[in-house]
């Protein structure tokens, strides 16, 4: 005998020439319907060159059937080549239904609780370059230091969403990270307005955020000829680029930044005026309009502008020829700097 099937004492035998019988265990040879009751396993054995099991399906049934002990379908191998799992009509190569029973343990499992891999290793994985794959890693793979489930695929190939005719919808380039999204973005909303809506604050490394005013002291004013303007009473200096006590604010970040100053000056002495400086170089200046006919009048001058400046590129207010700067308690000037846009 070259070829055996064996379900508990029964072997169901075949010689090389002929065909199956059973032997039973009493040595005795039949042939017809096989049903035993013993709980041991069937077992396959084959020493040829052939399979150990070959079933041909000559009609349009089912090629195999299995069934648990209450009768109940487990598994079809269907005329054509699927298999489905809990269900008699497969629709694909492989079919599992769904089953709301089964919700705590999964529908389709693979691996045990404890299946991480750390390597490029995947539960499930396609063609491509070979490291197309999806799966389970461990906590040092991790971006926040965590065991997760992650999709990997090499520098030269991306991961993406699509809808109908292949329209991209989303998609993330292998190797550089850059990153695809179709439609408007929201956080915090699912009625994003624009390319990004965010519901809530937006807080960076690149923050930048100065408010701060001069006070020389308690008098009513001070005279400043060419003279820098102390800003040493600050609301914000968010980025620390603000130098209280030299007045000067040095920018931390390449980028677009709006600036505003404003003071109150004396109209009574010489013409005089408030100049910004960048680099030490006028880029904007601010002279009141003197009435001669009219003396002890504080006049209030004020501009904005924005600049783009360079990480390292000072930015300060002066006054120029002889001019009464108001500095007292009452904050009667202001200076204010802020990121609009950094810049590569």
């Known amino acids: 005998m070259d070829t055996y099937v064996k379900m508990g004492g029964t072997v169901l035998e075949r010689a090389s020439d002929g065909p199956f019988m059973f032997r039973h265990e009493n040595g005795e040879l039949s042939s017809g319907i096989l049903k ?28 195999a059937d299995f069934y648990d ?9 269907a005329n054509g080549g699927n298999v489905g799992i809990g269900t008699s009509s497969p629709l694909a190569r492989i079919h599992v239904p769904f089953s709301a029973s089964g919700l705590a343990n999964g529908t389709l499992r693979l691996g045990s609780n404890e299946t991480t891999y750390p390597e490029a290793i995947y539960s499930i994985s396609w063609g ?47 190797g550089s990270g850059n990153a695809y999204i179709r439609g408007n973005v929201g956080i915090g909303t699912t009625a994003p307005s624009c390319a990004l809506h965010v519901n809530g604050y ?14 020389y002291g308690d008098g009513d004013f001070r005279v400043a000829v060419d003279a820098v303007v102390i800003w040493n009473q600050v609301y914000l200096n968010i980025g620390s680029c603000l130098n209280t006590g030299t007045g000067v604010f040095t920018a931390s970040v390449k980028g677009y930044y709006y600036i505003s100053w404003n003071g109150l000056l004396d109209n009574t002495a010489s013409a005089g ?71 590569a």
Not at 40 to 48: A, E, F, H, R
Not at 69 to 77: K, N, S, T, Y
Not at 163 to 169: A, M
Request: net charge positive; with cysteine; glycine share 12%.
């Open 69 to 77: 002990d209450g009768g109940v379908l487990a598994m079809r191998v």
């Open 273 to 343: 005026a408030l100049k910004l400086e960048k680099n030490e170089v006028m880029v904007n200046g601010m002279q009141p309009w003197k009435d001669i006919a009219t003396t002890n009048v504080w006049i209030n001058v004020a501009s904005s502008t924005i600049q783009q400046l360079n990480v390292g590129d000072r930015i300060r207010v002066k006054t120029v020829g002889c001019r009464m700067f108001c500095g007292n308690n009452n904050g009667h000037n202001s200076f204010v700097v802020y990121l609009l846009s950094a810049i």
């Open 128 to 174: 491509g370059s070979g490291q197309m794959g999806m799966g389970p890693y461990p906590s040092t793979r991790g971006a926040f230091g965590r065991q997760g489930l992650g999709v990997h695929v090499i520098n030269t190939e991306e991961i993406a969403f699509k809808s109908t005719n292949w329209t991209n919808l989303f998609a993330i380039e292998g």
């Open 202 to 215: 937006i807080s960076t490394p690149n923050n930048i955020y100065v408010s701060a005013w001069c006070k």
């Open 36 to 63: 035993t009751a013993y709980a041991s396993n069937m077992v396959i054995s084959n020493d040829g060159v052939g399979p150990a099991l070959s079933v041909t399906q000559l009609g349009a049934h089912p090629i």
